[in-house]
């Protein structure tokens, strides 16, 4: 009896996957615990072990595809084992060529009776392009029609100038704060000059990045203040400590000392540990620290430690450590990455002296850190080289005014010069 090869819940709130590559092909062998193929969720590719031995009698969902925790994706078997007709109905069938009919007047943003719900993004492009969203096969979680669905029709099936959409589309049933359907319409065809240049074919990973922060930077209504840091206390302390953190087999960086610093300013004003609802500020009773981590070209994760509150300077490091580490082999769970309640990234690593980051939604506030730099400061009346560093805060000026922002960032920035220098 075949084994089915079934998408597996790679998370607690991950109902969704995307299949990125099939490692093996029909009539091919495979082992138990094998990996089988590679899929694609929420900025994490993990490969996806064989659940049986045997042959690849049938793949089910290709490359490409998006399926829900749960579906059928292949089928493995022994050699010259044929599917049972229960088996073979899990097969999706070949979509099939329709002719042309009338397009029937496109559904309002919402639920539809037969189509389910139509997201305000998918129903302006059904408008501008005067489509009927029944031709067109949804990859969603239960079928849904998503941007990408119509996106990929209207590749395949022209339509003529698409009508001037209308002033205002209207979200259905609560469903505003969804990323990856509220992005715009996919800009216009560059012209035959400009298509001369190298097409770089986006990753899952790019994908999701630019429909989380276009979100971003559409809805919330950002605003960032700058100040800057006298670190001498904090150098001091990192250069007496990081040989005996070695010792432990971590690694002690500035970072950490960031981190610690948030979660005290995080404690003084809670208000930055917070999300905006239709319902009023969600305060959050735990810190959960995101730290972004640069893959490079790959794209930017933020995995996430979990009740920051409770760590010493070591246990930061540590838990810096570990995340950076795992982030960089690829080795993060879909967990690692939810649940942050306020973000740091560390720019200036790459030599940034300061930056205005984007708010990771929904979270109200980010942080960023700029390039420690010795530079010549007056203190007390006096000219001195200090080792010293810009700090940004963006926030949310729907949950917070300047005030407050400019407290909080003050806090981060007490912390810093007065750290102990034992």
């Not at 930061?316 to 570990?322: E, G, L, P, S, V």
């Amino acid at each position: 009896m075949a084994t089915p090869v079934i998408m597996p819940q790679l998370g607690e709130s991950v109902v969704e996957g995307t299949v990125l590559r099939w490692l093996k092909q029909p009539g091919e062998a495979v082992a138990e615990f094998e990996p089988l193929l590679e899929v694609s969720t929420d900025k994490v590719d993990s490969e996806i072990p064989s659940p049986a031995g045997g042959i690849v009698l049938q793949i089910v969902v290709p490359a490409g595809q998006t399926v829900r925790a749960g579906t059928v994706l292949a089928w493995i078997g022994a050699a010259g084992e044929a599917l049972s007709g229960e088996e073979a109905a899990t097969v999706s069938p070949t979509p099939t060529e329709t002719l042309a009919t009338p397009a029937a007047p496109p559904p309002p943003p919402g639920r539809d009776r037969d189509l389910g719900f139509i997201s305000p993004v998918v129903a302006r492009l059904a408008r501008e392009h005067n489509l009927d969203l029944h031709q067109i096969q949804g990859t969603g979680e239960g079928g849904r029609i998503t941007k990408k669905d119509v996106l990929r029709y209207l590749e395949t099936h022209p339509t003529t100038t698409p009508e001037a959409p209308a002033a205002w589309e209207t979200p259905g049933e609560g469903d505003l704060f969804r990323p990856t359907e509220e992005t715009p319409a996919a800009p216009p065809a560059p012209s035959p000059k400009a298509a001369e240049g190298r097409l770089i074919p986006l990753t899952p990973m790019r994908q999701k990045i630019a429909e989380r922060l276009s979100y971003s930077a559409r809805t919330i209504p950002h605003v960032t203040t700058v100040m800057e840091a006298d670190l001498k206390r904090v150098v001091t302390h990192y250069t007496a400590h990081k040989p005996l953190f070695a010792r432990d087999g971590v690694n002690l960086t500035y970072t950490a000392y960031f981190a610690l610093a948030t979660v005290a300013a995080l404690r003084a004003y809670p208000l930055l540990n917070a999300s905006w609802t239709d319902e009023g500020i969600r305060v959050y009773e735990t810190i959960n620290l995101g730290i972004a981590v640069s893959l490079g070209e790959e794209g930017l994760v933020v995995p996430v430690i979990r009740q920051a509150e409770g760590l010493s300077l070591l246990g930061m490091a540590r838990a810096i450590n570990d995340l950076a580490t795992r982030a960089r082999g690829h080795r993060l769970t879909p967990e690692d990455l939810q649940g942050g309640t306020f973000t740091i990234t560390n720019h200036g690593v790459g030599g940034s002296l300061f930056a205005t980051p984007i708010i990771l939604p929904p979270q109200c506030a980010i942080l960023g850190v700029g390039k420690i730099t010795p530079r010549p400061v007056v203190v007390e009346d006096a000219i001195a080289i200090r080792p010293m560093v810009y700090l940004s805060l963006t926030f949310d000026h729907r949950i917070l005014d300047g005030a407050v922002a400019d407290a909080f960032l003050s806090k981060i920035v007490q912390t810093l010069q007065t750290w102990p220098e034992a």
